[in-house]
Nanobody, 125 residues
Framework: QVQVVESGGGLVQPGGSLRLSCAAS????????MGWFRQAPGKELEFVAA????????DYTDSVKGRFTISRDNAKNTMYLQMNSLKPEDTANYYC??????????????????WGQGTQVTVSS
């Protein structure tokens, strides 16, 4: 059974930075295609970023391009989301997810079969 745990959220001022971590256990981490999603109060779950199993391919939603960086360390079974130049509109609960084997799309939450419990990011002065 794959288990996914996020950490690293918190309160940060606008313009600040945070790094989220996602540890996945219970399976071959280096074969997982993984993603980050977020959900703000009263809004739908939103795709943020995704990364291929090797880390060689990444993609981002337009609103975070140039500010967020997704990466992974397969030796540590951990994925990261470095968030810089944070804005109040980045405030949300951030979720890490492992995509289902056989899925070919990655921006939809339905493509992912294992989820963490989420970590709250609040950007406010």
């Amino acid at each position: 059974q794959v288990q996914v745990v996020e950490s690293g959220g918190g309160l940060v001022q606008p313009g600040g930075s945070l790094r989220l971590s996602c540890a996945a256990s219970g399976g071959p981490f280096s074969t997982y295609f993984m993603g980050w999603f977020r959900q703000a109060p009263g809004k739908e779950l939103e795709f943020v970023a995704a990364i291929s199993p090797s880390g060689g391919s990444t993609d981002y939603t337009d609103s975070v391009k140039g500010r967020f960086t997704i990466s992974r360390d397969n030796a540590k079974n951990t994925m990261y989301l470095q968030m810089n130049s944070l804005k109040p509109e980045d405030t949300a609960n951030y979720y890490c997810a492992v995509r289902r084997y056989g899925s070919t799309y990655y921006t939809s939450s339905g493509a992912y079969g294992h989820w963490g419990q989420g970590t709250q990011v609040t950007v406010s002065s």
